[in-house]
T-cell receptor, first 116, second 114 residues
Framework: AQSVTQLDSQVPVFEEAPVELRCNYS??????LFWYVQYPNQGLQLLLK??????LVKGINGFEAEFNKSQTSFHLRKPSVHISDTAEYFC??????????????FGTGTQLKVEL | DTAVSQTPKYLVTQMGNDKSIKCEQN?????MYWYKQDSKKFLKIMFS???????INETVPNRFSPKSPDKAHLNLHINSLELGDSAVYFC?????????????FGEGSWLTVV
């Protein structure tokens, strides 16, 4: 069974500071990893995903993540955050469904709060 | 154009009532889903449909009955609502094959049972 652990439930950070949101996964098969962002009272938006190839993945809004197989991690980073980055961030691992489609198993989320 | 749209966005109802949430996607995807986000913001898949056929039901009570009239629609009907059903319900869709396919989510439906 696949699982995702997000160790930090909340991460406060000042504007223009760098931030790292941690994600560790457990999977017995090939890993496909995702980061989604949820702004208040909104749906989930894809930030980036890792399928294969380069372990450094760049996403939208200046975010990037690094896949580390030996440490089973997929941490999300941004060198300089903005107040508008305040949101809930979810790490997820994908598994294929017999019969079609795929299933996302989510971590418990990390609330990023950017302060002035 | 909204890719995955669901209505209503907010729904407040009494225990014991029956309610429906509608979902439509205009992405041409074959697979649609319902996810539930509880009060602690934990997200979990409920159902998956592929070409109108049920693929998975993640131990969801029988009171929840999804219906897919065509590939572009997946509605969620809930009978005899309970307090514990209060949550945010997200509709989503993706292409058929491949674990790497992006799942696109709707804006969510906030259900409050009183």
């Amino acid at each position: 069974a696949q699982s995702v652990t997000q160790l930090d439930s909340q991460v406060p950070v000042f504007e223009e500071a760098p931030v790292e949101l941690r994600c560790n996964y457990s999977s017995s098969v090939s890993v496909y990893l995702f980061w989604y962002v949820q702004y208040p009272n909104q749906g989930l938006q894809l930030l980036l995903k890792y399928l294969s190839g380069s372990t450094l993945v760049k996403g939208i809004n200046g975010f990037e993540a690094e896949f580390n197989k030996s440490q089973t991690s997929f941490h999300l980073r941004k060198p300089s955050v903005h107040i508008s980055d305040t949101a809930e961030y979810f790490c997820a691992v994908s598994s294929i469904l017999t019969g079609g489609g795929n299933k996302l198993t989510f971590g418990t989320g990390t609330q990023l709060k950017v302060e002035l | 154009d909204t890719a995955v749209s669901q209505t209503p966005k907010y729904l407040v109802t009494q225990m014991g009532n029956d309610k429906s949430i509608k979902c439509e996607q205009n992405l041409g995807h074959d697979t649609m889903y319902w996810y539930k986000q509880d009060s602690k913001k934990f997200l979990k898949i409920m159902f998956s449909y592929n070409n109108k056929e049920l693929i998975i039901n993640e131990t969801v009570p029988n009171r929840f009955s999804p219906k897919s009239p065509d590939k572009a629609h997946l509605n969620l009907h809930i009978n005899s609502l309970e307090l514990g059903d209060s949550a945010v319900y997200f509709c989503a869709s993706s292409q058929d094959r491949g674990s790497g396919n992006t799942i696109y989510f709707g804006e969510g439906s906030w259900l409050t049972v009183v």
